[in-house]
T-cell receptor, first 113, second 113 residues
Framework: GQQVMQIPQYQHVQEGEDFTTYCNSSTTLSNIQWYKQRPGGHPVFLIQLVKSGEVKKQKRLTFQFGEAKKNSSLHITATQTTDVGTYFCAMSEGGGSNYKLTFGKGTLLTVNP | NAGVTQTPKFQVLKTGQSMTLQCAQDMNHEYMSWYRQDPGMGLRLIHYSVGAGITDQGEVPNGYNVSRSTTEDFPLRLLSAAPSQTSVYFC????????????FGSGTRLTVV
């Protein structure tokens, strides 16, 4: 089945530094979603990207979808301790509908205050 | 709106026992899924459903059964528990169509001894 590779597996930063996690697929994706899971918590939906080259921002978070729709990134500017958690990308089958969502293994972000 | 409710939150089973993990959502979501989360493995799809009466297998379906008799409920049955099924189980639901992310329950931590 389809797979999405996510790197890095872990990232430790000093508070105020930037952070980026990447997702790569060998096949063209119809869309990609991003989730955040706080330690001990459950995944929480952040955003979905659909269009080639799409860029979306949520405060300090910037999400990008590659031109070929085979990769995506999440960039956090000036990390804060509240950003701690695991960030997952997820891809769906079904022509745009997300009835079967496959997750990457996630990037665990820790922030040193 | 309670969202996605999972019960129980914690469970210890003996090898060979069977049990049902309950999942209910009150958002009238068409899609529902079960994931298991193991350290370093991310979230792996067990079974999913696109509507009442319709279910299908995900990445790791062996040892698990599901049914979807109503839109609201999507129970996961462990037929004969094995230590390899020790994991955290998440149920999630979503509207169909583009732009909607999954809402996750708070999870069930299952230990099989």
């Amino acid at each position: 089945g389809q797979q999405v590779m996510q790197i890095p597996q872990y990232q430790h930063v000093q508070e105020g530094e930037d952070f980026t996690t990447y997702c790569n697929s060998s096949t063209t994706l119809s869309n990609i979603q991003w989730y955040k899971q706080r330690p001990g918590g459950h995944p929480v939906f952040l955003i979905q990207l659909v269009k080639s080259g799409e860029v979306k921002k949520q405060k300090r978070l910037t999400f990008q979808f590659g031109e070929a729709k085979k990769n995506s990134s999440l960039h956090i500017t000036a990390t804060q301790t509240t950003d701690v958690g695991t960030y997952f990308c997820a891809m769906s089958e079904g022509g745009g509908s997300n009835y079967k969502l496959t997750f990457g293994k996630g990037t665990l972000l820790t922030v040193n205050p | 709106n309670a969202g996605v409710t999972q019960t129980p939150k914690f469970q210890v089973l003996k090898t060979g026992q069977s049990m049902t993990l309950q999942c209910a959502q009150d958002m009238n979501h068409e899609y529902m899924s079960w994931y298991r989360q193991d350290p370093g493995m991310g979230l792996r799809l067990i079974h999913y459903s696109v509507g009442a009466g319709i279910t299908d297998q995900g990445e790791v379906p062996n040892g698990y059964n599901v049914s979807r008799s109503t839109t609201e409920d999507f129970p996961l049955r462990l037929l004969s528990a094995a230590p390899s099924q020790t994991s955290v189980y998440f149920c999630a639901s979503s509207y169909s169509g583009r732009g909607y992310g999954y809402t996750f329950g708070s999870g069930t931590r299952l230990t099989v001894v």
